[in-house]
């Protein structure tokens, strides 16, 4: 698996902020300008441009100006890598969970079997 730390670092700081993963939330629904993603929180416009350049420097937003507006989008490229790295650990823990699983019902036939002797 090759795996570029500082893009992963930047995109699970990104995403370590639920107002963010809110404001992510609600890019994937199509472009906004940073005044309708500040509106669901109580915060002044500065607080969610802050929060709009960190999720540009993981490169989970693009943004354009027009005139004094400023318009943000969704690019999802960046979760796809999260995606891919945390789907590693997910088939380590799938093992986990299949040889968990195993014992456990050998565990029961044990016990069944000793009930019917």
Not at 100 to 113: P, S, V, W
């Amino acid at each position: 698996m090759v795996e570029n730390s500082a893009v992963l670092d930047a995109v699970f700081h990104a995403l370590s902020d639920s107002t963010r993963r809110r404001m992510l939330r609600a890019l994937a629904k199509g472009e906004q300008s940073v005044s309708a993603l500040a509106a669901p929180f109580s915060m002044s416009l500065a607080g969610a441009s802050k929060h709009v350049k960190v999720l540009e420097r993981a490169g989970l937003v693009r943004r354009r100006v027009d005139g004094r507006i400023h318009y943000c989008r969704l690019d999802a490229a960046r979760l796809a890598e999260a995606e891919a790295w945390l789907r590693h650990y997910e088939r380590f823990w799938n093992r986990r969970l299949d040889t968990l699983e195993a014992l456990l019902r050998a565990e029961d036939d044990q016990t069944r079997k000793g009930d019917i002797a």
